[in-house]
């Protein structure tokens, strides 16, 4: 099978893409699959945590997988990142620093991830100041979506992630995405709601919503976030299932997708021109921010 892959970008156009590109794959197997890059003139490299999920979801049924006629620039930022170590490149140094690595965690690996997002993400200099008190939320914000992903997804092929820093366009972007059984099915599942795939999103970012059980809390992580990138005036995008959903500086946008990603991911955008301090109200309103 040859497929040929278009520009990619952190946008409703670009998960388009990826989501085709696994509809058209998901029943492959014992398969070649040549993806013929000619015409991915462009590559947001945060994008490499969706890119990569997919991909290893082809390589588990055992495909054969064969990246083709990348251009040069593209080539160029997916070794500096790890990315096409995977599939027979070498990895490049990172000169400017502006990578966070591409990794694959299992979902044994919460350690790794903990301190893979401490080192590339959280203390990166282009992060807006923050509290301490709001650093370790944001932290364990940010973890909380490895969480879901182990706890909720049932994932067993595991958690990517990737991110980027873009001076040109002064935002950073973080991305995790897990393969999993989607938020629609886990809300579904475990609470018996029947929403849509774009609407079981936003239900998950609202306040306390969870699926978790008994007295292990949840729910808060997306909240938090949420808030940040609306003061922060960042972007935070969630695809799972069909659905997409997106906080941008205009309000919330949803869409159904023409298919369907094999799993969730989230990307964090961060508006790295904000100049502002940020910390929490207060130790008795943890999950607001001022």
């Known amino acids: 099978m040859r497929i040929s892959l278009p520009k990619i970008e952190h946008s409703l156009t ?125 932290r364990e914000s940010v973890f909380e979506i490895f969480s879901n992903a182990v706890i909720h997804s049932q994932t067993r092929l595991g958690i990517f992630s990737c991110g980027q820093y ?3 366009r002064n935002t950073l972007d973080f991305s995790v995405a897990d393969l999993g059984i989607g938020i629609r099915k886990n809300v579904q599942d475990n609470l018996g709601l029947d929403l849509s795939a774009e609407d079981a999103i936003e239900w998950a970012t609202q306040g306390t919503n969870t699926t978790k059980r008994g007295r292990i809390p949840g729910g808060l992580g997306l909240k938090l976030l949420s808030e940040f990138i609306q003061l922060n005036g960042g972007q935070l995008q969630i695809v799972s299932d069909t659905g997409y959903w997106s906080l941008e500086k205009d309000g919330v946008r949803k869409k159904l997708l023409k298919g369907a990603f094999p799993g ?16 929490l109200k207060s130790a008795l309103s943890e999950t607001d921010i001022f």
């Open 14 to 138: 670009g998960f388009e893409a990826l989501v085709q590109l696994h509809e058209m794959t998901k029943d492959c197997l014992f398969d070649e699959v040549q993806i013929d890059m000619k015409q991915a003139t462009w590559f947001d490299a945060d994008m490499c945590a969706a890119f990569g999920a997919i991909l290893y979801h082809i390589g588990d049924r055992l495909n054969s997988i064969h990246l083709t006629s990348i251009p040069r620039n593209v080539e160029k930022i997916l070794s500096k990142n790890g990315f096409l170590s995977h599939y027979g490149r070498e990895q490049i140094p990172d000169t400017w620093g502006t990578t966070i690595p591409y990794r694959r965690f299992a979902a044994k690996d919460d350690r790794y991830f903990a301190a893979y997002v401490e080192e590339e993400f959280v203390r990166r200099s282009e992060m807006p100041k923050m509290s301490s008190g709001l650093v370790k939320k944001f």
């Open 264 to 279: 969730t991911l989230v990307n964090i955008e961060i508006n790295t021109s904000d100049v502002r301090s940020y910390f």
């Open 166 to 168: 873009f001076p040109n």
